[in-house]
């Protein structure tokens, strides 16, 4: 396979080709027998590496007594400093497990946006946003870094629809997701 | 729009079929692709979750084949009945999750001997840290990390074809 199409099948998996662009592979996928069988190749060894992480990062969890040890020695920090502790933000037990979810825009809203937010993921290598219009087509997906989107001049969207930011993981795959989010402008 | 959708999921099930039959007798890769087309008809897009359909069905079609060796050694364990392993095509997804990590380890390693960017990229991926990050690391902008690591999984793609376990 040559580079070009190498690049658009990774592209394609990762989810970085815009729906018209995606729509195009597909066909090319399916007119391809070679193409296909290297897209499934992609896919179980993305799999395979997925679950190495998720082994590794289990392994590196300390056992027990690392445990007991640490516990002592944060209360022992904790009764230490809890006099002079300043006024923290609230922690949530399972913060970590949380999926990002939508801060803006969400309902109705005043404005057309023009950034669309959500909550960080701590597992999150980087993030997917997808917009739908109101018949549930697809009318932008892109990858962002941060826990935001701001949208470039020449998009245009619909006044109503809905939108759902993919939490993607260190191997690219999407993990967890804000679940679709509707939005409404005047 | 009907035909569009038998005509799509036609060629889809031919190719499955390609690529089970690579995997399993001819006659399991047909029922294994029955399987795979019913969960894609009865759950449809509501279950991808935003994947590229094709990718999705790639995935359910993944999932069906290693659920069906997962059965097959459950079932010759409890009958007590050995295959000899020279017989049986050894795909990744047959290999039980020891094998498959040790397998996968192998093939990193190789690629790294060969190119030692390439190990360190996915290397790195592979312990979770953050793609801008590791572009930070090496002096690069997101888009050249990007096109590194495709060409880094597609060299590992290779190694793992001449393991045989990517029939």
Redesign the interface.
């Known amino acids: ?1 040559n ?1 070009d199409r ?2 658009s099948l ?1 592209q ?6 815009d729906p018209d662009q ?1 729509r195009d592979f ?1 066909q090319e ?3 391809d ?1 070679s193409l ?10 993305r ?3 997925s ?3 998720r ?3 289990k392994r590196r969890r300390p056992g027990t007594a690392v445990w007991v040890s640490l516990a002592a020695a944060a209360s022992l920090a904790f009764f230490a400093v809890i006099q002079f502790r300043p006024e923290a933000d609230p922690v949530y037990r399972g913060e970590a497990d949380l999926a990002p979810t939508a801060v803006s825009p969400v309902g109705r809203v005043a404005e057309i946006p023009d950034r669309f937010v959500w909550t960080r993921d701590p ?4 993030y ?1 946003l ?1 917009i739908f219009d109101q018949e549930g087509s697809r009318r932008l ?1 892109a990858t962002s ?1 941060d826990t935001f989107y701001t949208l470039e001049g020449g998009l245009v969207l619909p006044p109503a629809g809905s939108w ?1 930011a ?1 939490t993607i ?3 690219g795959i ?1 993990v967890r ?1 804000t679940g679709l989010v509707p939005f409404e402008f005047p | 729009m009907e035909r569009a959708r038998e005509s799509w999921l036609e060629d889809l099930r031919r190719h499955m079929l390609g690529i089970a039959a690579r995997r399993v007798p001819v006659d399991e890769a047909e029922d294994l692709v029955q399987k795979a087309l019913q969960v894609i008809v009865e759950r449809g897009d509501a279950a991808s979750d935003g994947r590229p359909p094709v990718a999705w069905c790639l995935q359910v079609l993944r999932n069906v084949i290693g659920n069906h060796y997962r059965r097959t050694a459950t079932r010759n364990r409890l009958l007590d009945r050995s295959v000899a392993p020279e017989t049986l095509s050894r795909p990744l997804e047959s290999l039980d999750t020891e094998q498959r990590l040790r397998t996968i380890e192998e093939g990193l390693a190789e690629l790294a001997a060969g190119d030692d960017n390439c190990g360190r990229y996915l290397q790195r991926m592979a312990d979770g840290e953050p793609a801008r990050e590791i572009a930070r690391d090496e002096g690069l902008d997101s888009n050249a990390l990007y096109q590194r690591l495709y060409r880094c999984r597609r060299k590992l793609r290779d190694i793992l074809r001449q393991k045989g376990v990517l029939p």
Request: include cysteine.
């Open positions: 396979m580079d190498e690049d990774q394609y998996l990762d989810g970085h080709l995606c597909e996928l399916l007119a027998e296909m069988a290297d897209a499934y190749d992609e896919i179980t060894i799999e395979a590496l679950e190495r992480a082994v590794r990062r597992g999150a290598a980087s997917r997808e997906v870094p759902r993919t993981d260190s191997v999407g997701s």
